[in-house]
């Protein structure tokens, strides 16, 4: 009797430790945890400290954007601990190289860098445009020729514009191109009629157009590209976790929820489309 006794407890405290287990870690795909990136992993995203809708940090040190929200989110289903790494854009490298983040999320662009980093599946289409002043008298790309240019360092803005395959020719007609450490800075120059117009990617042209009647864009584009997140090269199984959580977030309706916050890119988020 008190081998059967034995036996009938041995098999309840089995049943429940795998029930108990089954019910563990984050609120979606349980995989993590069997690579080292289970529940509790702190998860550093980098990203541009000032990158409209995106990624910002505000006046109050909040962290926000489209791109920080999805990390959030990617977090929560895995029941990883999420970590803000903002830096400014020139410094991505150094940072990602260093160990600080995981990670460079925030409007970076795949096009031309595929070879450089391991790439995310592509999140968001994007355009270069040119950026002016309504009244400039500025609608098309030739009309550029003598005028002052700006961009921000290290964009792909800045990277087509000095490609000799790219818009280099173009470069070649303006008086000069201003280098800027953000598109703030920049934008904000442009309305004050320091510089004539700005390079910059549609995604970012469409937020500050949204709170400024007098911005427009020409009609023309500088170049297409898609939005990505670059992870290290040998970082092969968070990026796969992150694709994996992407796809998941997608089709649960997440990835559109936070898209919908931010109605100025809504239409060139392309998860779940």
């Known amino acids: 009797m008190k081998k059967k006794l034995s036996v009938l407890l041995l098999a309840f405290t089995m049943v429940f430790t795998m029930l108990a287990a089954a019910s563990c870690g984050g609120g979606g795909d349980d995989s993590a945890s069997d690579t080292g990136y289970g529940e509790g992993y702190v998860f550093k995203q980098g990203f541009d400290l000032d990158y409209r809708p995106y990624s910002?940090?505000?006046?109050?040190?909040?962290?926000?954007?489209?791109?920080?929200?999805?990390?959030?989110?990617?977090?929560?289903?895995?029941?990883?601990?999420?970590?803000?790494?903002?830096?400014?854009?020139?410094?991505?490298?150094?940072?990602?190289?260093?160990?600080?983040?995981?990670?460079i999320w925030s409007g970076f662009t795949i096009n031309g860098r595929e070879d450089d980093y391991l790439w995310s599946i592509p999140y968001s289409d994007n355009t270069q445009k040119i950026m002016v002043l309504k009244d400039s008298g500025i609608v098309?790309?030739?009309?550029?020729?003598?005028?002052?240019?700006?961009?921000?360092?290290?964009?792909?803005?800045?990277?087509?514009?000095?490609?000799?395959?790219?818009q280099k020719a173009l470069l070649d007609t303006f008086d000069s191109l201003q280098v800027y450490d953000t598109y703030t800075i920049a934008i904000t120059d442009l309305k004050a009629g320091a510089i004539d117009a700005?390079?910059?990617?549609?995604?970012?042209?469409?937020?500050a157009m949204a709170n400024d009647d007098n911005l427009?864009?020409?009609?023309?584009?500088?170049?297409?590209?898609?939005?990505?997140i670059g992870f290290r090269k040998d970082d092969t199984e968070l990026c796969e976790l992150v694709n994996a959580a992407l796809q998941?977030?997608?089709?649960?309706?997440?990835?559109?929820?936070?898209?919908?916050?931010?109605?100025?890119?809504?239409?060139?988020?392309?998860?779940?489309?």
């Open 56 to 103: 910002f940090v505000d006046d109050n040190g909040e962290n926000g954007g489209f791109d920080v929200e999805l990390a959030q989110a990617v977090c929560e289903y895995y029941g990883w601990v999420y970590e803000p790494v903002p830096f400014n854009w020139d410094a991505k490298d150094a940072e990602l190289n260093a160990g600080s983040c995981d990670c």
């Open 140 to 166: 098309t790309l030739e009309d550029l020729a003598g005028k002052k240019v700006g961009v921000q360092t290290a964009t792909s803005a800045y990277d087509l514009l000095n490609d000799e395959e790219g």
């Open 198 to 207: 700005v390079a910059v990617d549609v995604t970012r042209a469409e937020e």
């Open 216 to 228: 427009v864009c020409l009609e023309e584009n500088l170049g297409s590209e898609q939005y990505g």
């Open 248 to 273: 998941a977030l997608a089709e649960d309706g997440t990835v559109a929820a936070i898209a919908a916050k931010y109605p100025e890119i809504e239409e060139y988020i392309i998860l779940g489309k």
